[in-house]
């Protein structure tokens, strides 16, 4: 799912106008490692969470220790999406991050994909 959920979140992220973020970087507290997409000027990070990696309770109790040192230490915020909000609900979670990204100061707006979309509106 990594890739296929990076290619969904890429296209999914681009038309709503959310901000450039970086892919894979590498954590700066608690456990080493690499987050999916992290805004670190918002101090957001979005994890893009696929069976393969992320399906036992040893993988998700690592993710979940994470995200605590990352609120802790760092003071960011992680918003953990699967499949679904990934893949097939793009729109609607994109325009979710993008509020998140406004809790955080983030000045700008999202906008719906097409006609039909109500984006994270609905």
Not at 59 to 76: G, H, N, T, Y
Request: proline share 6%; glycine share 12%.
């Amino acid at each position: 799912m990594a890739e296929t959920a990076a290619i969904a979140w890429r296209s999914a992220t681009e038309s709503p106008g959310l901000p450039t973020s970086i892919r894979q970087s590498g954590t700066a507290v608690g456990r080493h490692g690499f987050r999916d997409v992290e805004d670190p000027k918002w101090d957001v990070i979005v994890e893009l969470d696929g069976r393969l990696y992320h399906d036992g309770p040893a993988a998700q109790d690592a993710d979940m220790e994470r995200d605590l040192d990352a609120a802790v230490f760092a003071s960011k915020r992680t918003l953990r999406q699967g499949w679904g909000q990934t893949v097939e609900r793009a729109c609607r979670t994109a325009g979710k991050v993008g509020r998140e990204l406004n809790n955080h100061g983030w000045p700008g707006t999202t906008t719906p994909c097409g006609p039909d979309c109500h984006g994270g509106f609905a």
